[in-house]
């Protein structure tokens, strides 16, 4: 008797969780983006009636950075359509980074940021040189607001905050979206606005300054304005997509403060370092394609594709897929994810200075990122639906595994001194993350 | 293809598609598949935001899905 009233109690409950996705669909394509159909209605109670979705995640980079990042999201759709979201993240890193300079056959001595000798470290002779003293903790917060203006209009305002110990940053958007064609279509359009603090430690270096000389100022400032051009379209009853176009250009003090380049003789030895000097301005372009397609009732697919270019001359491509596969009821589903990405180097990208060159002026960087390379990223995904907490009818466990992998594509002639180093060794990264949402 | 020419291929289809709208698209009733969570282009919006800071502070793109702006000190 008891079996029976436990089985009819659940399949009242899995309807009832049909229906509210049946009706938040009804929404349109509209609702296929933010968190509306996923919240629970407003009824009683102070978080009751308010979804919550949180993640730790833990980042951890083959002899370099770790991170550990706890992520909390609450949201909540109200009676008359509006929508409240909000969000709140921590980052704590620590370990070594790499501070640009290139792997030598001599060792080599260098200043912390600080300029501290106490914070002096050593890099041994044909190791790439990484700080090893690196620690970061960061928290933002974030809040959306979207409201419906019309019946097929909706309008959305965003904030967020982040803080580190030397950087500051506040970003606003808004944003609106219009249905028509029976809400198989919505044509939305943003703009942001970020604006950025920094104050290294020990001061901003003069782009392009000797390293010896430690020429440093005040704190510096970037800004930076965006806007997004959006299409997303229902196309069949298994197939619906999103189409953006976006422009971003940010203005002011974009260099890596931390990152210096080695200044090299043309028998390979290590004559000095300057600190980076990037342009003061960059403005990328970009256009993203993403695919949901269902595979027949438990399998469905994702796919998505980037191109993105910027006035530095960086171009890249990317591409990911993942395969979500339910079973049991729908109450548990694993998926796995494959992502490529390939970028070029930046006109002014180099991995050292040649001494022997004229001095020049000319912007110089040899931070990786902004080198050419590969990568690749493989992930997978269990998750769980579990009994909700309180009045919730279910809440959802997951745990989720990627393994990233980059690798140069190095085109740069070394002096034969230096060959048989490891100078570019690339990036292998674990990322682990359990999630949790009721 | 450069960016231009992406742009104008990415209008020319826009243009089809909207040109199409009247044969896109499913009715009300037809929205089941539609109503699954798998279908939801932000299906795991925290998946998707730790994904994109790792990647934002290891690559020198960013955004697409969304605005580019990182908020981070990280690159």
Known sequence: MQLELETRLAKAAHMRRQLMAASCALLGAAAARGQEARMAPADSGLLEDWSVDSALAYYHEDGRIQAIEPVVNIAKLFADGQALNFNVTFDSLTGSSPNGALTSRSAQTFASPSGKSAHAYTTAPGQLPVDP??????????????LPVTRVDQLSVGAKLSDEHDFFSVTVDASIAHDFNEKNTTLS????????????????????????LFEKTGHKTKNGVGALL???????????????????????????PYKI??????????????????????TRKSAYWENRVALGGQISTGLSLRYMRDDWGVRSDTAQLHLHWSFSNRDRYVEPTFRWYRQTAASFYTPFILSTEAPTTAYEASDSRLGAFHALTYGLKYAQ??????????????VRVEYYQQTFNVRTATPAALQGLDLYPGLKAVLVQVGWRF | MNFKQICIFCLLSSTAIAGGCVS?????WQRDVMAREDMRLDANPLDAAIDDHMYFSKEASSGGRSFAGGGCGCN
Do not use: H
């Not at chain 1, 003293?133 to 933002?140: E, K, P, S």
């Not at chain 1, 606005?193 to 000797?210: H, K, M, N, W």
């Not at chain 1, 028998?267 to 980076?276: R, S």
């Open chain 1, 133 to 146: 003293n690196y620690q970061d903790d960061r928290i933002a917060v974030g809040g959306t607001w979207a």
């Open chain 1, 261 to 282: 380049t080695s200044i090299i003789d043309s028998a390979g030895n290590t004559t000095g370092y300057e600190f980076e000097s990037r342009p003061d301005q960059r």
């Open chain 1, 189 to 212: 359009f943003g703009i942001s606005e970020e604006f950025d603090s920094l104050q290294p430690i020990g001061g901003a270096p003069v782009p392009g300054s000797d390293y010896a």
């Open chain 2, 24 to 28: 896109l698209g499913v009715k009300p």
């Open chain 1, 385 to 398: 639906k579990l009994p909700g907490l309180g009045g919730r009818e279910e809440s959802e466990f997951s």
């Open chain 1, 230 to 256: 959006g299409v997303t379209q229902v196309i069949t009853r298994n197939w619906l997509f999103e189409f953006n176009l976006s422009v971003d250009r940010f203005k002011g003090y974009l260099n890596d």
